[in-house]
């Protein structure tokens, strides 16, 4: 994985600035823990709500992209920075730009945000009636998915190793389907766990869809992808991404709901308030992770990393929310992760064949 320069993916645009090592390292390490935070808080803080009396899938799935303003505090603290180098440099009387995405840029931000909102609802919709245990593992998937839209939209190569995985995480999710009773939560139908099986399941086959469309989207933009313009089309994304559950919660009705469910939730008024709002911060922490790992590395390293905080999520469901772990749930975790590490080892292997191959060219040069 390329962590040097500029991502492979981008190197057709000859103007990208580069990064010195010390910076990409660091935005690597920064982008790996918002990811960490947001793969485990967000869930679990998602679950909290619909096991305390809450009922609005709409208004979780708006949550999971809600906090999208927040995006404009960096923003503005690399705007007053670019601002100020200008005003150090001799001469320069060129105004600082205020964005950096250009219109082009932005639709496809706004289709793809679209493509979140949805993916959004799928997953909330799922988790209603899931235990957070059972839709981590579910959305492990969303590796396999990822390396087949990777392999038809940037041209990932299939390898043995990638085969197995997705094998693997297949086989995991078909004995979680196949033993309801020991899973499913005492207020939900048998017809309920279903749903919420299948609206995950189609929660992580999209999101596989959306992570190569973001490469995509990097490697064909015609101008240099900085971390600036990185955060600007996830800021576009989030707001596309909201506005869709918008209209799902007006058409629902959410918006008028919102106080009285306040009032009957199990954990307080006050607290119902607070589960929203930090719910809202760490899906954020997420996705502008997610953007950023695929920047700064790509898209294969946002699916491991993804699939890697699993078994944290499986943990944390169990100690906070004292759920079931069946031993079919170990056996399907145990899958998930021999495809992960099957996975993880693949691309290993392919790298170094790669440096390998590239050596004797380099030193005969």
Known sequence: MDVEGQNSNHQNQDTAPQMSKGLRRALI????????????GGPLLL????????????????????????????????YLHRRRRCQLRPGNQHPTKLFFITPRL?????????????????????????????????????LAFTAFFAFLIVKLKFSPYSINSVALLTVG??????????DRPDNVTRGQYYLGFILTLGAAALYGLILPLVELMYSKAKQAITYTLVMEMQLVMGFFATAFCTVGM?????????????????????????????????????????????????????????AVFIPVTEVLGVVFFKENFSSEKGVALGLSLWGLASYSYGEYRQEKDKKDKATPSDQGA
């Not at 979140?116 to 919709?125: E, K, M, Q, V």
């Not at 999710?173 to 020991?182: D, K, T, W």
């Not at 006050?270 to 997420?286: E, G, H, I, K, P």
Request: with cysteine.
């Open 29 to 40: 390490v920064l982008n790996c823990v918002l990811m960490a935070l947001g793969n485990t």
């Open 106 to 142: 932005f639709l496809v931000c706004a289709f793809i945000g679209l493509l979140i909102g949805l993916d959004d609802f799928l997953y909330a919709y799922g988790l209603s009636f899931l235990p957070v245990s059972t839709s981590s593992l579910l959305i492990s998937t969303q």
């Open 250 to 306: 007006l058409v629902n009705k959410d918006f008028q709901a919102i106080p009285r469910e306040a009032r009957h939730f199990e954990l307080g008024e006050f607290r119902y308030y607070v589960v929203l709002v930090w719910n809202a911060v760490f899906w954020q922490f997420f996705y502008l992770g997610t953007v950023g790992v695929i920047f700064c590395v790509n898209t294969l390293l946002a699916g491991i990393l993804i």
């Open 47 to 78: 679950r909290l709500y619909f096991r305390s009396g809450g009922k609005r899938q709409w208004l979780s799935s708006w949550l999971e992209t809600g906090g999208w303003p927040f995006i404009f505090v960096p923003l503005l603290i690399t």
């Open 173 to 182: 999710a078909v004995i979680l389907g196949l033993h309801v009773s020991s």
